[in-house]
């Protein structure tokens, strides 16, 4: 197995264009799994762990770009304030050991329709920086799931970034596992409220083929939002409305049969879950909204 190791990001797009088939690793935590269970066993691998452009976050224009070698630990310590909804699901990943090597980056590489990052970055309608030696070019995150466990990314590209904007109102993320650590999502949901745009975000994880929005849940909860004024004069959502959202969302997951869950126990909890979800983010907007 050849061993490449980029001191730079400009050498790191380098070395990918000129072997198109290297694994990158970051964290490793995916990666040296497969590789551990004999299900894959790469020509060569192309270390990132050195290049320090992929560690570092900051402003661009109004968003936040983060680097993809951020590790979770560092997203719940430094950016909790900024992007809680992507905070919360970072704290539900692995143990302390995976959240301190395992990358947003990487979660985004392998696309697992389970992997935890997805939903808030599709609930917030986040980008993923995709970069090569031909220049760098910005998807939705909505257009880079493209089947499970396959994403947009080409050959000779590497993740750089991804952009998301700060919150601009109340966040949420919940996941449903047979336990309460270190477990994989049989389920997972995530809901970003913009009161700036009066916007309802929401993502998916774990019930279909790739993480996905609830696009008409999304436009029916803006319109009891704008409806009723409660942009504007916050009150208590009705019930029938928070069930209605509820239904919504899990008519547009897909789910499957697996080791982890049923689909249809998988389509009650996004229900449930995305009840919950919008019911917190609505009291923390009722409590804050000036
Ligand atoms: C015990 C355990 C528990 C876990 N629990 C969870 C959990 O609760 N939730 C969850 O979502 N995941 C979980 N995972 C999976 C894993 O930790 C995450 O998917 C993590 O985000 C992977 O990040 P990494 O940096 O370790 O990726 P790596 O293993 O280094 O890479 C993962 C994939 O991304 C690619 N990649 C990495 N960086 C780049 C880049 N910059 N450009 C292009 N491709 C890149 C790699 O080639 C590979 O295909 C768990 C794993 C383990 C071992």
């Not at 030696?133 to 995150?141: E, I, M, N, V």
């Not at 049923?262 to 804050?288: G, M, N, P």
Request: a negative charge; aromatic letters at 6%.
């Amino acid at each position: 197995m050849e061993f490449l190791q980029p001191a730079t990001w400009p050498e790191a797009l380098a070395m990918k264009a000129a072997h198109p088939e290297a694994v990158p690793i970051a964290g490793g935590t995916d990666v040296m799994v497969d590789i551990n269970f004999d299900r894959t066993r790469p020509a060569a691998i192309i270390d990132l762990t050195r290049v320090a452009e992929l560690e570092e976050w900051g402003s661009d224009n109004g968003l936040l770009r983060i680097g993809a070698g951020v590790t979770y630990t560092r997203i719940i310590d430094e950016l909790s304030d900024r992007l809680p909804g992507l905070a919360m699901a970072s704290r539900t990943v692995g143990s302390p050991q995976i959240r301190n090597r395992g990358t947003v980056g990487g979660n985004l590489g392998s696309a697992s329709p389970a992997g935890d990052a997805h939903p808030p970055l599709l609930a917030s309608d986040g980008l993923v920086e995709l970069a090569s030696t031909g220049g760098s070019r910005r998807l939705p995150a909505r257009e880079f799931y493209t089947g499970p466990k396959r994403n947009a990314m080409r050959g000779d590209e590497l993740i750089a970034a991804f952009l998301v904007e700060p919150a601009k109102g109340p966040q949420q993320f919940s996941k449903v596992g047979t336990r309460n650590a270190m477990v994989i999502a049989v389920c997972s949901f995530a809901l970003a409220l913009d009161a700036e745009r009066r916007q309802v975000g929401t993502g998916i994880g774990s019930a279909a083929p790739t993480p996905v929005s609830a696009a008409e849940a999304e436009s029916f909860m803006e319109g009891v939002l704008d409806e009723a004024g409660l942009w504007e004069t916050p009150r208590e959502v009705d019930e029938s409305a928070l069930k209605r959202f509820g239904e919504l969302v899990a008519a547009a997951a897909r789910p499957i049969d697996d080791v982890r869950g049923t689909a249809a126990y998988r389509k009650h909890a996004l229900a449930v879950l995305a009840r919950r979800s919008f019911s917190w983010a609505w009291d923390e907007y009722r409590r804050t909204a000036p």
